[in-house]
Structure formats: structure tokens, C-alpha cells
């Protein structure tokens, strides 16, 4: 049976990109029921909402009585997503009230419970509001961080609905794991590496490899939803930057050993995701190569550092860090064989070794692999989200923090 969510949406301007993620959910296989507010219908009609969903919309408690449906929506629920929750839903989830069809509703789910916030700078960061989410989050509902940027009019800021993808991912994770998001990083600093290096041939060409940077990104997602502050050093990539993360950008190896050496200083944690190139061209042509009929000139690389082992040996007392290892395996030696040999090369607390030949890791939606420690310690992490294996990793960097 399809995953059975629930769709609050409240009335607030953000509400036209819940019709995206309705489009995400229900194009991943989720049975969809949208529960608007009905100051929510002034800004997207429930005609919209049951094209995409299949379904009938309503809004208050005295549609469809028989059936009781702010009981039994609430109770069939295998999930609920509020987004975007605002300020007075947030408000009235939080008082108990079941004045209309969605608080009700959330009264009587028993399934995980995410909020989305999206509201002015000023009201997300009243001690009302404040209040609001500490109570909610202390009955266990999770209510995300919301991004920075342009909110109504001029105004920028802490606010802003987050991305639709990135709702639409942490609503798979919960569906995958209940207790993926719980608050254990709170007051904790945290950085990661993603994606991959590009080192430049020519004005134009440039070494790189396949890595998308999904696995590094969903790290810092579910690192800042779980409380930490987090920085993301990130190589090119067409993702878009997560709510409520500081992201520095580089493009070369080099850039990116500085920017972590930078990163590390008085974190709690730093996780090596990023996939940095091995070698780079030894000489930087000055203008584009030309394929003129003649041979190219043969290509020179030199060896690029191993930031792992430069952090690790930088170490600051109490920092975990974890790196990555993408194996294949040969003739010869088993992947994972290749995996425990590089943790104690690498010196890390953490490693977790995939598997990356034909359809694994690289460029995937989903990840598996062994996470293995200096411990002696070796946990399979299932195939799964990628923002799950992310959960299991910081399950045991938080561990090791406490």
C-alpha cells in the first residue's frame, strides 16, 4: 500500500509551493490528502490541490460528516506535512485547538508530525513563536529550521519555506525512520564536505569525476534539522543550498583543503563527503587547447594533499571526524577490505565504505554501505535515502560526542 500522508497547508504567501511538493509526493508514490486552512484557499484554490492529489479538499469539520474525517484522517495517516505551517497554525498546533478540519486533524495523529514553517523574520523569531515550536518539538513533532532569503515584499531573512525538494526528502526519511530527526546536535558546530573538485586543464577543460554531491548535502540537511549549526563546503554542483546552513563554495582540491582547514577550527565534527580528485594537471595552459590535428601535448598531473589525514592530524581535543570511502573491490581484495585499510591510514573516528561500481552511490538518490570505526566497531547501514544513511551517520558522531 502507498505511504498515506497528510498535507496541511496554512494560509500564508508560501503556499503555492506546496502545490510543488504535492506534485514531488505524489510522483514518489504517496497517497496524498490535502488539508488546506480556509485562508490557505486565498492563495491556492482547492481545485488545484485535487487535480494534483486525486482527491477531495476540504477545510472544515462539518464536510462529509459521516465519515468523521477529523478523526479518521488524522488516525489513517502513515505521515503528516505541514507546509507551510505559519505562525498561527504553528499557534494553534501548539494550544491543542480543533477549530478546523487540519487542527484537528493533528490532534489525532499518532504518525510522525513535520512542520514547514514560513513567516516574516520578526514573527519566526518572537519569544511567541519560539515558545510555540519548543512546545511542539517537546511532544515530538518536528518542526524544521526554515531558510534565509527573500520573503514578501523586500524583506530577507531566516523565514522562508524551504525548498519543496528538500520538504518532500525529509518526509521520505521519516517514512523510512520515525526517529531520524530527533534534537541531539543543539548547541553543537559541525562541517561537511560535498561533491566533487574540478582541476582545470585549460581555461575550458577540467579534470573531475561523477559525484553529485547529494550524499554530503543531505549530511547537512539532517545535521542542521537536528540542531546543529552547520557549514557546508561544497564543490560544483546543481543542488540547491539547504535551509538553514552557511555554504561556502569552492571548485579545486586546494580550495577545498583551505576552506576545511578554516571550517574545522572549533567544530564539534567534520565529515570528509566530498569526493576530491586524486591528482591535478601539473601546468595550467593559459589559453584553451586547441584540437588542431596534431597530438596533444602528453598530460602531466601532480598529487593532490589528502585532506583527511591533514584534518585529523590538526584535530582539535574531542573533535569526531568522519571520512568516506568510495570502493570497487578487485581480483584480489574485497571492497570493504580496501575500506578497513584506508580508516587506518586515514586515522578518522568514523568511515563509512560504499560500494560504487555500476548504479552504486555516485549521482543516486540512495546510498548503502558499512560505517566502520576506530573502535573496531563495523554497523551495515541498509540501502536506503541518502538523508537516512546521513541519519545513521550522525547517530554515531553523536555518540561519540556525548
Known amino acids: 500500500m502507498a505511504p498515506r500522508v497528510l498535507l496541511g497547508v496554512a494560509g500564508g504567501i508560501a503556499a503555492y509551493k506546496s502545490a510543488e511538493l504535492l506534485r514531488r509526493l505524489t510522483e514518489t508514490g504517496h497517497s496524498v490528502r490535502v488539508v488546506p486552512t480556509e485562508s490557505a484557499l486565498n492563495f491556492v484554490g482547492a481545485a488545484t490541490f485535487e487535480a494534483l492529489s486525486g482527491q477531495p479538499v476540504h477545510t472544515g469539520v462539518f464536510s462529509d460528516v459521516p465519515s468523521v474525517q477529523h478523526v479518521r484522517l488524522g488516525q489513517e495517516a502513515d505521515l503528516v506535512v505541514v507546509a507551510p505551517a505559519t505562525a498561527d497554525l504553528l499557534a494553534r498546533a501548539a494550544a491543542g485547538r480543533a477549530d478546523d478540519l487540519l487542527t484537528g486533524s493533528l490532534l489525532v495523529a499518532r504518525c510522525p508530525v513535520l512542520f514547514a514553517p514560513a513567516m516574516h523574520t520578526e514573527m519566526w523569531e518572537h519569544p511567541a513563536t519560539r515558545a510555540n515550536v519548543a512546545t511542539l518539538r517537546d511532544r515530538g513533532n518536528i518542526v524544521l529550521e526554515p531558510a534565509s532569503g527573500r520573503l514578501t515584499g523586500k524583506d530577507t531573512g531566516p523565514g522562508r519555506l524551504p525548498d519543496p525538494a528538500e520538504i518532500a526528502e525529509f518526509a521520505r526519511l521519516l517514512l523510512e525512520r520515525s526517529d531520524a530527526l530527533p534534537r541531539d546536535l543543539v548547541g553543537r558546530r559541525v562541517v561537511v564536505s560535498a561533491g566533487g573538485t574540478r582541476e582545470p ?84 595552459a593559459g589559453h584553451k587547447i586547441k584540437k588542431d590535428g596534431s597530438e596533444p601535448p602528453p598530460l602531466r598531473l601532480a598529487v593532490n594533499p589528502d585532506i583527511l589525514v591533514e584534518l585529523v592530524a590538526a584535530r582539535e581535543p574531542g573533535q569526531v571526524i568522519v571520512g568516506f570511502a568510495a570502493e570497487t573491490g578487485d581480483e584480489t581484495t574485497e571492497f570493504l577490505e580496501y575500506g578497513r585499510r584506508k580508516l587506518a591510514r586515514k586515522g578518522s ?27 573496531g566497531s563495523e554497523t551495515e547501514v541498509p540501502h536506503g535515502s541518502k538523508a537516512l544513511l546521513a541519519a545513521r551517520i550522525w547517530d554515531a558522531v553523536a555518540t561519540r560526542l556525548t
Open 201 to 284: 586543464l585549460d581555461p575550458v577543460r577540467f579534470l573531475g569525476n561523477r559525484s553529485s554531491g547529494k550524499q554530503g548535502y543531505a549530511l547537512a540537511k539532517v545535521a542542521a534539522q537536528r540542531g546543529a549549526h552547520v557549514t557546508l563546503v561544497a564543490g560544483p554542483t546543481d543542488l540547491a543550498a539547504p535551509a538553514a546552513v552557511e555554504l561556502v563554495r569552492i571548485g579545486t582540491a586546494l580550495e577545498l583543503r583551505e576552506a576545511m582547514h578554516e571550517a574545522a577550527k572549533g567544530a564539534d565534527a567534520v565529515v570528509m563527503a566530498a569526493a576530491v580528485a586524486d591528482f591535478r594537471p601539473s601546468d595550467l
Open 349 to 375: 573516528d568514523l568511515l563509512l565504505v560504499n560500494w560504487v561500481g555500476e548504479g552504486g552511490a555516485f549521482e543516486n538518490a540512495d546510498n548503502q554501505g558499512r560505517l566502520l570505526g576506530a573502535d
